[in-house]
Protein backbone atom coordinates (compact mmCIF):
# COMPACT_ATOMS: atom_id res chain seq x y z
CA UNK A 1 0.00 0.00 0.00
CA UNK A 2 1.40 3.54 -0.80
CA UNK A 3 0.38 6.17 1.53
CA UNK A 4 -2.71 6.58 4.05
CA UNK A 5 -6.04 5.33 2.94
CA UNK A 6 -8.78 8.55 3.14
CA UNK A 7 -9.23 7.85 7.45
CA UNK A 8 -5.34 8.51 7.67
CA UNK A 9 -4.97 4.85 8.51
CA UNK A 10 -2.00 3.42 5.92
CA UNK A 11 -2.59 -0.22 6.71
CA UNK A 12 -6.51 -1.38 6.85
CA UNK A 13 -5.84 -4.82 7.83
CA UNK A 14 -2.45 -7.44 8.30
CA UNK A 15 -2.50 -9.06 4.74
CA UNK A 16 -1.39 -5.15 3.33
CA UNK A 17 1.46 -5.84 5.92
CA UNK A 18 2.18 -9.36 5.12
CA UNK A 19 1.47 -8.66 1.15
CA UNK A 20 4.48 -5.76 2.05
CA UNK A 21 7.32 -7.98 3.98
CA UNK A 22 6.61 -10.63 0.74
CA UNK A 23 7.35 -7.52 -1.58
CA UNK A 24 10.18 -6.28 0.47
CA UNK A 25 11.76 -9.98 0.45
CA UNK A 26 11.56 -10.57 -2.90
CA UNK A 27 13.03 -6.84 -3.81
CA UNK A 28 9.58 -6.14 -5.79
CA UNK A 29 8.83 -3.05 -3.64
CA UNK A 30 9.92 -0.17 -5.29
CA UNK A 31 12.48 1.95 -3.22
CA UNK A 32 10.27 4.92 -3.33
CA UNK A 33 7.23 3.06 -1.67
CA UNK A 34 9.91 1.42 0.73
CA UNK A 35 10.31 4.57 3.08
CA UNK A 36 10.71 4.62 6.96
CA UNK A 37 6.88 3.62 7.37
CA UNK A 38 7.30 0.84 5.05
CA UNK A 39 10.89 -0.14 7.43
CA UNK A 40 8.98 0.09 10.59
CA UNK A 41 5.95 -2.01 9.26
CA UNK A 42 8.25 -4.90 8.21
CA UNK A 43 10.20 -4.45 11.64
CA UNK A 44 6.63 -5.06 13.16
CA UNK A 45 5.65 -7.94 11.71
CA UNK A 46 9.36 -9.66 12.07
CA UNK A 47 8.95 -8.72 15.77
CA UNK A 48 5.39 -9.78 16.51
CA UNK A 49 5.85 -13.38 14.23
CA UNK A 50 9.63 -14.08 14.92
CA UNK A 51 11.36 -14.03 18.27
CA UNK A 52 14.06 -10.91 18.35
CA UNK A 53 17.23 -12.64 17.27
CA UNK A 54 15.09 -14.38 14.04
CA UNK A 55 13.69 -11.56 13.25
CA UNK A 56 16.96 -9.37 13.71
CA UNK A 57 18.92 -11.86 11.27
CA UNK A 58 15.58 -11.53 8.84
CA UNK A 59 15.71 -8.15 9.05
CA UNK A 60 19.53 -7.60 8.18
CA UNK A 61 19.09 -10.35 5.86
CA UNK A 62 16.33 -8.66 3.81
CA UNK A 63 17.69 -5.41 4.38
CA UNK A 64 20.94 -6.26 2.80
CA UNK A 65 19.62 -7.81 0.26
CA UNK A 66 17.24 -5.49 -0.84
CA UNK A 67 19.99 -2.55 -1.03
CA UNK A 68 21.94 -5.15 -3.03
CA UNK A 69 18.96 -5.67 -5.53
CA UNK A 70 18.74 -1.69 -5.53
CA UNK A 71 22.50 -1.14 -5.68
CA UNK A 72 22.04 0.78 -2.62
CA UNK A 73 25.00 -1.16 -0.60
CA UNK A 74 26.42 2.10 1.24
CA UNK A 75 22.74 2.69 2.91
CA UNK A 76 22.68 -0.11 5.09
CA UNK A 77 23.46 0.71 8.72
CA UNK A 78 24.12 -2.01 11.44
CA UNK A 79 23.72 0.07 14.19
CA UNK A 80 20.55 2.01 12.85
CA UNK A 81 18.87 -0.86 12.03
CA UNK A 82 19.63 -2.22 15.44
CA UNK A 83 18.13 0.70 16.68
CA UNK A 84 14.87 0.62 14.92
CA UNK A 85 14.50 -2.73 16.06
CA UNK A 86 15.01 -2.33 19.85
CA UNK A 87 12.57 0.69 19.85
CA UNK A 88 9.66 -1.55 17.45
CA UNK A 89 10.37 -4.26 20.13
CA UNK A 90 9.38 -1.81 22.96
CA UNK A 91 6.75 -0.37 21.20
CA UNK A 92 5.20 -4.13 20.24
CA UNK A 93 5.47 -4.88 23.97
CA UNK A 94 3.28 -1.96 25.55
CA UNK A 95 0.93 -1.45 22.64
CA UNK A 96 -2.27 -3.30 23.31
CA UNK A 97 -2.51 -7.17 22.01
CA UNK A 98 -6.00 -6.70 21.65
CA UNK A 99 -5.27 -4.55 18.22
CA UNK A 100 -4.25 -5.75 14.97
CA UNK A 101 -0.59 -5.77 13.44
CA UNK A 102 -2.35 -3.40 11.13
CA UNK A 103 -3.61 -0.88 13.59
CA UNK A 104 -0.22 -1.07 15.58
CA UNK A 105 1.31 -0.78 12.88
CA UNK A 106 -0.49 2.66 12.02
CA UNK A 107 0.13 3.73 15.84
CA UNK A 108 3.58 3.22 15.56
CA UNK A 109 4.29 4.77 12.04
CA UNK A 110 2.19 7.73 13.46
CA UNK A 111 4.50 7.77 16.37
CA UNK A 112 8.01 7.41 14.86
CA UNK A 113 6.91 8.40 11.87
CA UNK A 114 10.71 11.12 11.52
CA UNK A 115 13.85 8.97 10.52
CA UNK A 116 15.41 11.62 12.41
CA UNK A 117 14.55 10.11 15.45
CA UNK A 118 18.00 8.04 15.94
CA UNK A 119 19.90 11.36 15.50
CA UNK A 120 18.76 12.42 19.24
CA UNK A 121 20.55 9.49 20.15
CA UNK A 122 23.61 9.88 18.07
CA UNK A 123 25.41 12.06 15.93
CA UNK A 124 25.64 11.93 12.52
CA UNK A 125 29.41 11.28 12.84
CA UNK A 126 29.59 8.27 15.20
CA UNK A 127 26.25 7.16 12.65
CA UNK A 128 29.05 7.04 9.67
CA UNK A 129 31.41 5.47 10.79
CA UNK A 130 32.93 2.35 8.99
CA UNK A 131 32.26 1.12 12.68
CA UNK A 132 28.39 1.90 13.09
CA UNK A 133 27.81 0.89 9.74
CA UNK A 134 28.69 -2.86 10.23
CA UNK A 135 27.99 -3.44 14.27
CA UNK A 136 26.47 -2.51 17.06
CA UNK A 137 27.66 1.05 18.50
CA UNK A 138 26.31 2.25 21.97
CA UNK A 139 24.44 6.06 21.12
CA UNK A 140 26.82 8.63 22.18
CA UNK A 141 24.52 11.76 22.35
CA UNK A 142 22.16 9.94 24.87
CA UNK A 143 21.51 6.86 26.43
CA UNK A 144 18.52 4.55 24.69
CA UNK A 145 15.49 5.24 27.47
CA UNK A 146 13.70 2.08 25.91
Not at 2 to 23: A, Q
Not at 84 to 92: E, G, K, M, T
Not at 114 to 121: G, K, P, R, T, V
Request: proline letters at 3%; one cysteine or more; aromatic letters at 12%.
Amino acid sequence: MNGESGDGKRYRNDVEIEELVERFESCTVPPAEFDHGAHLAVALWYLSALTYGAATERMRDGLHRYTTHNNAQAAYNETLTLFWLRLVRHFLVHSDAAYSLAERANELIATYDSSQLAFEYYSRALVQTPEAKTSWVEPDLKPLDF
